[in-house]
């Protein structure tokens, strides 16, 4: 319950459920937290699978090998990761929902292209090589090509960022990486 409830519960004020949180060492939770919890009332909506067999433990290995390498952690809010290698982000997926239990719906992609593309062709190309549903892309951010640059070999269909929108998550990965 947050400190307001607390006092309407007992009747008093909320200096005095403060007084005796200080008295007896009782932290306070953050807004992020209070948050979290509005939104989250069943507790994370992922949970951390054991690692039990050599397959999930090589999957663990990858996921964080890739969010290390190519993931976003400066993002507090979410965990991204972006390429232009359809398998690379598969397999992200992969770690996501098998070792985390996120739910495939969950989550999102935003796709990043050069005005020399065509953004429905890169469009339907990601969807179809990740077997996600049109819905959880965003729109497509479109970067104005100066010159056919040599890009085009790599990013032909753009770059795909993937995200799941969870502080959390981002938080125990962060903490998994090596410092």
């Known amino acids: 319950m947050s400190m307001l409830v607390i006092a309407k519960t007992l009747n008093c004020s909320e200096n005095k459920v403060s007084y005796w949180m200080d008295i007896y060492g009782l932290k306070r939770r953050t807004i992020s937290d209070a948050v979290y919890l509005k939104n989250h009332p069943h507790g994370d909506p992922f949970k951390v699978k054991p690692i039990r067999s050599k397959y999930d433990n090589n999957l663990l290995g990858l996921g964080l090998g890739l969010y290390w390498g190519e993931g976003n952690k400066a993002n507090k ?44 062709e890169a469009l339907d190309y990601w969807i179809r090589e990740l077997d996600v549903d049109y819905s959880q892309f965003w729109k497509p951010t479109i970067t104005i090509s100066g010159s056919i640059g040599t890009y085009r070999k790599k990013s032909k269909y753009g770059v795909v960022t993937v995200y799941y929108l969870n502080s959390r998550l981002r938080d125990i990965l962060v903490n998994m990486l090596p410092r």
Do not use: H, Y
């Open 77 to 120: 809010n979410a965990v991204r990761l972006g390429n232009t290698d359809p398998a690379l982000i598969r397999i992200f997926m992969k770690f996501l929902i098998e070792l985390f239990g996120v739910r495939k719906d969950e989550l999102r992609f935003s796709l990043q292209i050069f005005s020399d593309i065509n953004s429905q």
